[in-house]
T-cell receptor, first 116, second 113 residues
Framework: ETGVTQTPRHLVMGMTNKKSLKCEQHLGHNAMYWYKQSAKKPLELMFVYNFKEQTENNSVPSRFSPECPNSSHLFLHLHTLQPEDSALYLC???????????????FGPGTRLTVT | ELKVEQNPLFLSMQEGKNYTIYCNYSTTSDRLYWYRQDPGKSLESLFVLLSNGAVKQEGRLMASLDTKARLSTLHITAAVHDLSATYFCAVENSGGSNYKLTFGKGTLLTVNP
């Protein structure tokens, strides 16, 4: 596997379920990101991790819980979601996430989540 | 709060024609990125514009940045069907210690034969 991978690619879950999204990067990067892409809305940054530490939580509801066990893996744990949480969830990575230093972000293919 | 506006949001054009997508942003930034997204696929980086007056070209696409006007353009020359995709601009903003991108809504480009 190369680049940034995400599993599963598609997920349908009920509002009472608990599920997790997984992201893995094979680029040796130290920063990882979760984005939400909803229909007709801009891509929204959710969380940023630098060197396994969470450095950004963009006012995301607590029903979304990220986890970064190491620099290569990022999870998004989901519980008691709402139908409006249905979206494409994209993971990205970059060499690091320090402000003022240009580092391009590389995106995974996304997980299409549907909450019923 | 940084806002990024793209227009048009939908663009249907004929093969062989030229067109420009515009990206305006609301606060000072020296770095702007253009991405392409095919249906069901990841975002692919097209251009990184790092300074005022930057111009980059790749094939039929050319991107430019005017930081004083807070405007970037993505110009399409002699469009071909393979260029059909959604194009996003993203502006770098440094909130606190993080390097963050704020995205526009995207422009869905359809090139018709």
């Amino acid at each position: 596997e190369t680049g940034v991978t995400q599993t599963p690619r598609h997920l349908v879950m009920g509002m009472t379920n608990k599920k997790s999204l997984k992201c893995e990067q094979h680029l040796g990067h130290n920063a990882m990101y979760w984005y939400k892409q909803s229909a007709k809305k801009p891509l929204e940054l959710m969380f940023v991790y630098n060197f396994k530490e969470q450095t950004e939580n963009n006012s995301v509801p607590s029903r979304f819980s990220p986890e970064c066990p190491n620099s290569s893996h990022l999870f998004l744990h989901l519980h008691t979601l709402q139908p409006e949480d249905s979206a494409l969830y994209l993971c990205a990575s970059s060499p690091n996430g320090v402000a003022g230093v240009f580092y391009e972000q590389y995106f995974g293919p996304g997980t299409r989540l549907t909450v019923t | 709060e940084l806002k990024v506006e793209q227009n048009p949001l939908f663009l249907s054009m004929q093969e062989g024609k030229n067109y420009t997508i515009y990206c305006n942003y609301s606060t000072t930034s020296d770095r702007l990125y253009w991405y392409r997204q095919d249906p069901g696929k990841s975002l692919e980086s097209l251009f990184v514009l790092l300074s005022n007056g930057a111009v980059k070209q790749e094939g039929r696409l050319m991107a430019s940045l005017d930081t004083k006007a807070r405007l970037s353009t993505l110009h399409i020359t002699a469009a071909v069907h393979d260029l059909s995709a959604t194009y996003f601009c993203a502006v770098e903003n440094s909130g606190g210690s993080n390097y963050k991108l704020t995205f526009g809504k995207g422009t869905l480009l359809t090139v018709n034969p």
